[in-house]
Structure formats: C-alpha cells, structure tokens
C-alpha cells in the first residue's frame, strides 16, 4: 500500500451563510486544488448575495482553542486568514501562529464587505499591522484596504509601488495589491512585491455583479498552492488562473452579488482550456 503525503492548509476567518465567501468559500478552494482543508471560526455572520444581515464574533477564547486543536494534533503547511473582527483576536491569532512556527502565512485583510458592512474594527488596524504583518508569507489586500493600512491615496502605478514597499516594511515578505476595484475596463491587474522586485498578474476583466468572496477565493488559493509546496510566484500565478475561470464561469445564485464558480478551474483543467491570464 503507498500513502501520498496529504498537504493541509488551515483558513481563520469568518463564516459566510450564503456560502460565498468566507470560510466557505475558503474550504471549497482548498479542496478543488487538492488540499486538506481546515477552519478555526473567527465570527459567524449571517449573510448573502444581497449584504451581510448581522455579525456575531467568536469569544478570542473560542478562537484560540480552535486553533490549539488544530496545532497539538494535525499540524498545517499553509495558513490563511481572512476576517478577524477585532484586536484580541488578531493579537490571539498571532500568538497561535508563532508558537506553533506554522508556515506560508497569507494574510487577506479583510475590512469591508461588498455591500459596506465592516468585518474588522477601525482599532484593530493597528495590531493586524504590528502583529500580523512580520509573520506573513504575502499579505493580498485591494487598493482600500491597502490606503487604509497605509494611510496613503493610491491613483498610479507608482502610489501601488509605494503602498507595497511601506506595507513590506512592516515585515511581511511580499504583498499584492489587488486591482479588482479598479476602473480599468479591459484588465484586472494585480501587483506583487517579494521584498526584491515587482511582478504584475493580468486577467481579463469580466463584466459581472457576480464577484462576492473573489478576495477569499484567491487567497484561499495562494494558500493551498504554497501548502503543496510552491514557490510564491507559481502560486500566485495558479490562483490567477483560479479565481478568472472562477469569475468568468458565473453562477446565477441569490438576487445580488452571486458567488464565483469554485469548480470552474478543475473543469477548465479536465477540459484543456486556457483562462485569460498573463505575468509580465
Ligand atoms: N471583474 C473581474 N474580472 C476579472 N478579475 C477580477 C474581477 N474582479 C476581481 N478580479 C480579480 O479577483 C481577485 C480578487 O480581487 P478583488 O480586488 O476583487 O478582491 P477583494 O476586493 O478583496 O474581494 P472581496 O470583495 O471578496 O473582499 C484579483 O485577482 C482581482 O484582480
Ligand atoms: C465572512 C466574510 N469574510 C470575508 C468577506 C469578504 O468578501 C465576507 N463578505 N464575509
């Protein structure tokens, strides 16, 4: 009998009634790209394609035992975390990461919900800074949360630069900005900083309402490729390919901003097609 070596890859986030984003959307990414896929609840919120109806946060305790569960038994190679709601918890979260010496830490952080509901206090900003960032692998934020963790504007290309070099300064190895938000008609362009130099992700834009947990899915993604081993440029660049097919193959699901298609990618696989997305 042979056993193949099972990765795991472990998300902190938030739940996600609908099912769209958050951990949900987390553990289906980890499973279409073959991964392990465990959680450790940081809230629970009751939500859907039309916005978030209520938030209830975990007790930090709850969070931390959840996390002790995971690290005195099965272990991870990657970790992701998504919405973290307040202070304690991150500084909880934090804590749990160091001591247990887990790797490949992505950090998506997570701010605002489509539909404007806050998924992180204003005060915690700080300790997501100060606790998190040195124990990140790569930290993926879009250009809000990037001006809001920077206290720059970013218009250019450069301000992108500038906001990934201030955000690496803090101690995380390498950043993206997301460019989902942007107003570019024809292009999705995502930044990455390893600390070194800049790359760029193309994908084609894809006029969509359907867009809910595209932040999740592709850091979920980025995760399960560096739990497999990866290096931070192919996981990426795998992630890219994930979350185009998973926008461009839309789900009509709800009466809002729809999901993306989890399960694209692997049938674009099993079907040889190629997704819109180039690295310069
Ligand atoms: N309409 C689109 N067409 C193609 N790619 C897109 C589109 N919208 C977002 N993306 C891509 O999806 C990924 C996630 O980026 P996005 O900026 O949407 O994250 P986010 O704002 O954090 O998401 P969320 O709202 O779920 O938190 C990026 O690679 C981005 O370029
Ligand atoms: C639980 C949760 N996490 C993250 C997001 C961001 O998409 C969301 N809408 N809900």
Redesign the pocket.
């Known amino acids: 009998m042979t056993t193949n070596r099972v990765y795991k890859a472990l998300t902190i986030?938030?739940?996600?009634s609908g099912g769209g984003?958050?951990?949900q959307a987390d553990l289906k990414t980890f499973q279409e790209l073959g991964v392990f896929g465990m959680s450790a609840l940081t809230?629970i919120?009751a939500?859907n394609t039309l916005g978030?109806q209520a938030v209830y946060p975990m007790s930090t305790e709850a969070v931390a035992e959840q996390l002790r569960s995971i690290g005195e038994d099965i272990g991870t190679d990657a970790v992701k975390t998504?919405?973290l709601f307040n202070a304690e918890i991150i500084e909880a979260v934090a804590a749990q990461i160091r001591y247990y010496r887990w790797p490949n830490v992505v950090i998506d952080p997570?701010m605002i919900?489509?539909g404007g509901a806050s998924?992180l206090q204003q005060e915690a900003v700080q300790a997501l800074l100060t606790e998190l960032l040195p124990l990140a692998a790569v930290i993926t934020p879009n250009i809000l949360e990037a001006e809001v963790l920077t206290g720059l504007t970013i218009r250019s290309f450069e301000d992108k630069q500038e906001a990934a070099r201030k955000l690496a300064a803090y101690g995380a190895k390498a950043v993206i900005i997301k460019g989902g938000h942007e107003a570019d008609p024809v292009e999705a362009v995502d930044l990455l900083y390893d600390g070194i130099s800049f790359d760029t992700f193309i994908g084609t834009r894809i006029k969509t309402k359907n867009t809910?947990?595209t932040?999740?899915t592709y850091s979920s993604a980025i995760a399960a490729e560096l739990a497999k081993g990866s290096r931070l440029l192919e996981a990426v660049q795998t992630a890219k390919q994930y979350i185009q097919a998973a926008i461009e193959e839309q789900l009509e699901i709800g009466h809002g901003h729809g999901p993306t298609n989890h399960w694209a990618y692997q049938r674009r696989l099993r079907h040889q097609e190629q997704g819109g997305v180039r690295t310069v």
């Open positions: 986030a938030g739940s996600d984003a958050g951990i809230a919120t939500q978030v998504g919405m997570v919900a489509k998924l809910h947990g932040g999740c």
